[in-house]
Structures are given as C-alpha cells and as structure tokens.
C-alpha cells in the first residue's frame, strides 16, 4: 500500500483542511505513514500568516526535497496558504514539488491522486466548491470543526490572508445544517464553526436563502444532540446585538468569545484599518458582559506595528487591564508580502518588538491566572477527552469556557461532567468529579 505524511501549520481553518486532505488521501487508497522518510507521498498544508511560519516550513520542505533526491518515486505535494501566495511562481523556486493548490481547490487532490491522474503542472487555486462534501478524517468523535464561511472582505493592512483565502463565500444555510445534523447523528455534540470572519456570514448570500450569523446561530442551537457551539473568529466590527442576544439565549453556545483586539491604541487600529476605535471596543465589551456576565474572553494582539510607539503599546497594556482578558495570542508584527503595513515607513526595530511582547505576556499571564483564580470553589461542566497528557491517573477535558480541566476520577470520553475546581494555574482548572457519571 502506497502511503502518505502530512503536516499541517496555521490555524484551525488548516486544521481542519488537513481533515479533508487526509480524507481525500485515504479514499484514494493510501495509507497513513509515521514519518515523512516512510511516506510516499508527502504533504504540506502550509500558513504564511507570519515570517515565522514560513520558515518552519521551508526547513521541513527541503528536508523532503532530501529525501526525493535519494527516492525519485517519492511525490511531494504543497497545500495551503503559502502555496496559494506563490501560485505558479512556486515551481520556479522549488522545481521538486510535484503538485500544489491553494485553500479552495483542495477536491483537486482526488484528481492527481487518482489512478493515472497526475496533473499537468500548474497551481490550482480558483475556488472549486466548500469541501464539506469531501470525505473526511476526524480527529475526535465527539467534537468537530464546522465551516461555514471562507475568505475575508476586511482589509486590515497587516494581513495576508485576504490575499490567500479570497474574496468572503458564505456556504448556504442548508448545507451548513444538513453537516451539522450528520455530525450529530455521527455523534459529535461539539461543534466549532470556523471562518475568517466567522459573525459577517450570510451577507454574499442570494436574498432569498439570506440569513445572518445570530439566525445561523440559532439554527444550530435548535439541532438535536449538538450540546455546545463555539465559533472563530468573529471580528468586533460585526458583533452586533442580535449576535450578543443569540449567544446569551442559546443554552448551547458557550459562554466563551475569541474577540481579537489588535492593539489598544486607537491610532493604531486605523492604521490597521480595524474599523473600531478603543472606546468601541471596550463598549462591546460591556454590552457583552451585560448579557453574559461570565464569558471567557480571549484576544489576538499585535505588537510592534509601523508607529507604534511606547504610548501607542501602554495604551495596549491599560485596554488588557480594563478587560481583564482570559487569555491572549500575542504576536509580533511580521511585514508581509504585498500588504499595506510592510510598505510604512516607521516600522519599529526587533529588540523594541521583543521587550514590548515580553511585558505583555507577563500581563496576559497575571490576568490568566486571576481570572482562573475566581472560579475555584465553582462546579464548571467540562467535555471529557480522555487521559492527561502528563499524569495518565487524570483525565482532561474542557469547560464550556474552553478552559482547559484535569480532573479525577476518570469519566468516559466524550461525556459531560460536572468538575468542582479546587485549584488553578495560568494554564489549566483542577479539581474533582462531583456526581456520578453517566457512561455515554
Ligand atoms: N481572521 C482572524 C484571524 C486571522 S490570523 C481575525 O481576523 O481575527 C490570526 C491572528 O494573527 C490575527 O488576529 C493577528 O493577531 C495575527 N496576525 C495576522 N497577520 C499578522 C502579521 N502580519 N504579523 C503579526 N501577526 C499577525
Ligand atoms: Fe486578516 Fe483582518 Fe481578515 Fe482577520 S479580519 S483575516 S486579520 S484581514
Ligand atoms: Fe495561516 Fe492561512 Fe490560517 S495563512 S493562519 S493557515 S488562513
């Protein structure tokens, strides 16, 4: 049997990808390899959101150039965001690829699979259709990642993703229930919606299938045995009142909000061309505290953008404090080919980047803490998933804030139980069992 590596890079969207990838790949007869050296056809699903990402990459691409030249048999295959940036241009800097396509042409893959059907040359990068109709490997039974959109009509000036995942598509609300009571009746009660701009979805839709994100919301609370929806990312622009109203009234959709503020400093987010201003954000954040006062929120945060300066960055750390944020992702600004930012004059010098993040990190990690800190003595519902990574006599699973629990006695997979927190990290609830459990 033929065999195939893959690795994935980027965000949960590619993740997610890489499940259709893979199940293209074993539809097609192959098998799965334990490393790319025992593989005969090895796949990238690859990111270029940051430098950084483009470089992991390249390390892992040459080493499977290697391994071709001792193996001519060997095919390399290249998917993904960064292959969508190169295009055809690909095959000039790295002639040993054999086939590449982009982030909406992944059915492409099931032709050059097929038997006798490898392709001409070329890079595959129109948008053929959603891959929701392509078979599917998932990583877990009992939770499941759920497009609904794809691309990005925002233009923020840092970003390439536009440029890689194209223009906003909404898939039709049909579809997106029609997958949604599949993977119910398959037996997932977790669903993550995902999209680049997950709560602007419905509005390229034709007038008469229209809905918006707080009616598809609602839909997906109605479908029976889907206990908990969560979604990334929304963007703060388009969190309006129906989507607050839709999350509070619910039951299934956590109480947990991924809202990625950028920066704090309202200079900096016109430059960004984020569309909100300081104020406004902090004013969406009470109108969602006001409809949920427990909602875990979360945020992405830049440092070191073009102009940036220390005042720019305290305003970051003082709009952190006035949240009081759950958890953040932070990055440090990376120019990007053909964006807006990488041609700004003042862009702010490395050491700079690196002391702000480090001082902002340290902030996130005292908020991570004390906001965990509130909860113990609380009984939190967590999502069992099987075994700790670290001490195999506990079990792990997730509360409905997505906050990760150890916990003991053990309790079967995929089942909900109620956990009462008897100790925190910044990282993680602990605590106990606190009724007996249902076997699922
Ligand atoms: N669509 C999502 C996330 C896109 S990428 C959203 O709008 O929220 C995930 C995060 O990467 C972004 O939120 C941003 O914080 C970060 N990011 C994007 N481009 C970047 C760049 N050029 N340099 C550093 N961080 C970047
Ligand atoms: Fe990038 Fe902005 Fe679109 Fe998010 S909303 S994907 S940061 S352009
Ligand atoms: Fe990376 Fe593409 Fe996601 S650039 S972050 S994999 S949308």
Not at 52 to 67: E, P
Not at 216 to 226: E, F, S
Not at 345 to 353: G, I, R, Y
């Amino acid at each position: 049997m033929r065999r195939y590596h893959l690795t994935t890079y980027g965000c949960q969207m590619n993740a997610h990808d890489s499940e259709r990838i893979k199940g293209l790949l074993e539809s097609s007869g192959l098998g799965e390899a334990a490393s790319q050296d025992e593989a005969d056809v090895i796949v990238f699903n690859t990111c270029t959101i940051r430098e950084k990402a483009d470089g992991r990459f390249l390390q892992n691409l040459m080493h499977a150039r290697a391994q071709k030249a001792r193996d001519p048999e060997k095919r390399i295959v290249v998917g993904g965001c960064w292959s969508e940036s190169l295009k055809d241009e690909l095959f000039a800097e790295y002639p040993f690829v054999d086939f590449a396509f982009g982030p909406g042409s992944i059915a492409r893959l099931g032709d050059f699979l097929a038997p006798g059907g490898e392709l001409p040359r070329g890079h595959f990068s129109t948008f053929d259709a959603f891959a929701g109709d392509l078979p599917m490997h998932r990583a877990r039974p009992f939770s499941a990642w759920l497009q609904i959109s794809m691309g990005c009509n925002s233009v923020c000036s840092y970003c390439i993703v536009p440029a890689v995942r194209g223009r906003e598509r909404s898939r039709p609300l049909e579809d997106v229930l029609s997958e949604a009571r599949r993977l119910a009746d398959d037996g997932v009660s977790e669903l993550t919606l995902l999209g680049q701009n997950v709560n602007s979805y419905g509005r390229d839709l034709p007038l008469t299938g229209r809905v918006s994100f707080a009616e598809l919301l609602r839909r997906l609370d109605a479908v029976p045995g889907i206990d908990r929806i969560r979604f990334t990312s929304p963007h703060p622009k388009d969190m309006r009142a129906d989507v607050i109203a839709a999350m509070a009234e619910c039951p299934a959709v956590c109480e947990a909000l991924h809202l990625p503020l950028q920066s704090g400093s309202t200079r900096i987010l016109k430059a960004m061309r984020r569309t909100y201003s300081r104020e406004r954000y902090l004013a969406l954040v009470d109108r969602l505290r006001d409809a949920m006062p427990d909602v875990a929120l979360t945020t992405d945060i830049i440092v070191g953008f073009p102009g940036e300066t220390e005042d720019d960055f305290a305003a970051t750390l003082d709009v952190y404090d006035t949240v009081g944020f759950d958890h953040a992702f932070t990055f440090i600004y990376s120019p990007r080919r053909g964006t807006e930012a990488a041609g700004m004059a003042d862009q702010v010098p490395e050491p700079v980047k690196h002391e702000r993040l480090e001082r902002l990190v340290e902030r996130v990690q005292a908020h991570a803490r004390h906001r965990n800190a509130r909860l113990v003595g609380s009984v939190q519902e967590v999502l069992v998933e099987g075994p700790s990574r670290t001490d195999p006599d506990t079990h792990r699973g997730r509360a409905r804030s997505g906050k990760t629990v150890i916990f003991s006695p053990g309790a079967a997979v995929g089942a909900a139980v109620p956990v009462r927190v008897e100790a925190v990290t910044s990282q993680t609830l602990r605590g106990t069992v606190e009724a007996p459990v249902a076997v699922a």
